[in-house]
């Protein structure tokens, strides 16, 4: 660090604005042991957030969605999310605030900068946001043995611009093991640094604000194309300047739109120029949006920029595409480059993050309970498999079929014992105690139950006398 330090003082007038110059939107400064953003390519930047709608909407939907995840502790084995004091430092970063700004403040720099720089300065409790546009990132060559090199980052040097108003004139440089330097988007001329989505959609920017320029000329010239006034005769240069005044007095501007043009003697008026519906205006600008939505990955539904058109493109699909084509590989580099802010992260866990009270994120009723009907059905499945039912649920919840372990193999049946019953036993399966002899018996009668119970049974009659017991009988 010592000889680090010996070798930026001794490059004598070296700023952070003394830029090469050889880039528009991203540049390296003279030594490759240096990468940093040009000031004015940040301003540049700064200004299309809060000069162009289409890529505010799109910036603002990003920092929406992004700050609002709960930074935990994810055990390795079960996919469990979990938290305990290591997480004080990312819960408040600095006074008065908690993870929402920190996130904020991480995507506001990635999206403008491409870089986010958080510093944690030994001894005070608290951590600071570095400005990418006053952040140099310093390197060194480390040379291999048997051959050949590679490029290790060793600090940032911080300092800015000349006459900054409020900021001490001194750069300092700070150890790249205290600071968590976040670049989502990799910048393909440098080794560390970040480029911003803005980058290649620069033209796209100047072409929507070159045509919302437009828009106010033509609102400003009373909202029609431009008119060519002709005369018969030959007008001094007074006289043409007169009327051109005239005319810009009274029919100039939105105020003075569809008022009746009223020409002098001998003056014809032609129309030359397109209107805002002959330049297809509507459709030239809707097409520059779509590419600026296309680089920020937000989906013009989200911002009011596109309407619902179908299948495929409702908002519940947009929400989705946006979630996991950008929202969570970008939870997953920033808590990568947070987790040197945690102490004592146990190796079996690390630092991740919990979407479960973004309410954009959560899906619709119906959406929901199918997923709870597949659910319950892998989990039914999975335990008629034979699979324990603590590790089918884990598998379940963490889509990992790794985790599932086969049910031990139950225990053989205890045979029955002997049947209690209410009644006494004296002996295996007797069912009640024997009467006393002195309990006098029924008289046991006949098996057949046609004699009566008095072991008689009926003497057959002719059929002459049964047809006169009958007759009798009625």
Known sequence: MTRLWDRLIRRDGY????????????????SPDRESILPSVTAW???????????????????????????????????HLFT?????????????????????RMELDA????????WEPPGEDLLVRLRPDWTTIVSEIVPVAGGGW????????????????????????VPAEEVAHWAPQPDPTASFRGMSWL???????????????????????????NLLIKYSQKLSPGTVDAIRERMQARYAGPANAFKTLVLDQGADSTVIGNSLAQMDFSNVMQAGSDRILAASSVP?????????????????????KFANMWARPSWQQACQVLSKFVPGLPGGARLWYD????????????????????RAQALLAHVQAGYDRDSAVKAVNSGDVTQLKTAAAPAPAVPAGNVQHLLPQTSPGATASPLPPSVPRLQAGSVSPGDGGNETRPVGRPAAARRALNGAGR
């Open 199 to 225: 980058t290649p959609v620069y033209r796209e920017i100047q072409g929507d604000s070159g045509l919302a320029d437009y828009k106010i000329k033509y609102l400003e010239h009373a909202a029609t194309p």
């Open 150 to 173: 590679y490029r290790r980052k060793t600090g940032l040097w911080h300092e800015p611009p000349k006459g900054t108003a409020g900021a001490p004139g001194a750069g300092f440089l």
């Open 111 to 118: 999206g403008i900068a491409g870089n986010a720089y958080i």
């Open 300 to 320: 013009g539904v989200l911002v009011g920029l596109e309407p619902l058109r179908g299948a495929g493109r409702g908002y519940q699909e947009s929400v989705q």
């Open 15 to 30: 700023w952070e604005g003394m830029a090469s110059g050889a880039a528009l939107l991203t540049t390296s400064y003279g």
């Open 355 to 374: 979407t479960a009270n973004i309410q954009l994120l959560q899906d619709g009723e119906m959406e929901r309970a199918q997923a709870a009907l597949v």
């Open 84 to 104: 305990d004091q290591s997480l004080q430092r990312l819960q408040e970063p600095w006074p008065d605030a908690g993870t929402t700004e920190l996130l904020a």
């Open 45 to 79: 930047a700064q200004g299309a957030y809060g000069g162009t709608s289409v890529v505010f909407a799109a910036m603002v939907a990003r920092i929406y969605v992004f700050c609002q995840a709960e930074l935990k502790l994810q055990a390795k084995d079960d996919l």
